[in-house]
């Protein structure tokens, strides 16, 4: 798509340059082509998830989102608030527009109450064990919350489940490995978006 390979390289500059804080930092091209096809899927994925309707810009908008995330998560753990903040806005707005131009107004509360639920789980969950998930992933899954409760409840919960599973699997493959122990810090916005990205996928195209 073209959109992805002219965006692709700026969201891999962006990656990096959250990651190191240095401005003048820029990707390999390596990283600038592996982000772009990625995105490329993503949007793809988003188009046929959504079809031709406001709520495909918060797919959309997220997958750009979350190529980022992903990216800075991996190299310093963390997952930066001047993404994830922007990422809540503009979805909230396009499921708001959904919702006023289709009528969708009962997934959009659903979406809303999912947030919350998700993000206030993940909260309790931060604070019972401060080594666990950080205030990032909290933010990350209230936007992911969002996006999953919009499709359903039963997508939420099985976004969430094969992201902590495969958040569990990563920490036992880098233990066995010797490349982390057991109380090495793991960063969990990967494994979090990949579960996003197959429970949508297993749901399929949305009403």
């Known amino acids: 798509m073209l959109a992805a390979a002219a965006t692709g390289p700026l969201l891999a500059r962006t990656a990096v340059r959250l990651a190191t804080r240095l401005p003048s ?15 490329a899927v993503l949007l ?18 997220a ?7 992903a990216q800075v998560d991996l190299a310093v753990h963390r997952l930066p608030d001047r993404v994830t903040y922007p990422a809540a806005a503009v979805c909230r707005a ?12 009962p997934a959009l509360l659903r979406a809303l109450l999912a947030a919350a639920v998700a993000g206030g789980v993940a909260l309790l969950a931060a604070l019972a064990g401060p080594s666990g998930l950080g205030l990032g992933d909290v933010k990350l899954l209230a936007l ?61 195209p949305l009403a």
């Open 63 to 69: 997958a750009g989102a979350a190529v980022v995330l």
């Open 25 to 39: 930092a820029r990707p390999t091209p390596a990283r600038a082509l592996t982000t772009a096809a990625v995105l």
């Open 144 to 204: 992911l919350g969002l996006l999953l409760g919009w499709a359903g409840w039963g997508v939420l919960l099985a976004g969430v489940f094969l992201g902590l599973l495969a958040g569990a699997g990563l920490s036992l493959v880098l233990v066995a490995t010797g490349r982390a122990g057991w109380r090495t810090p793991v960063a969990f916005g990967p494994p979090l978006l990949l579960g996003a990205v197959l429970a949508l996928l297993v749901e399929g």
């Open 94 to 105: 396009a499921l708001l527009a959904d919702a006023a131009l289709l009528g969708t107004g």
């Open 44 to 61: 793809c994925g988003a188009v046929l998830l959504g079809g031709d309707r406001p709520a495909t810009l918060a797919y959309a908008w």
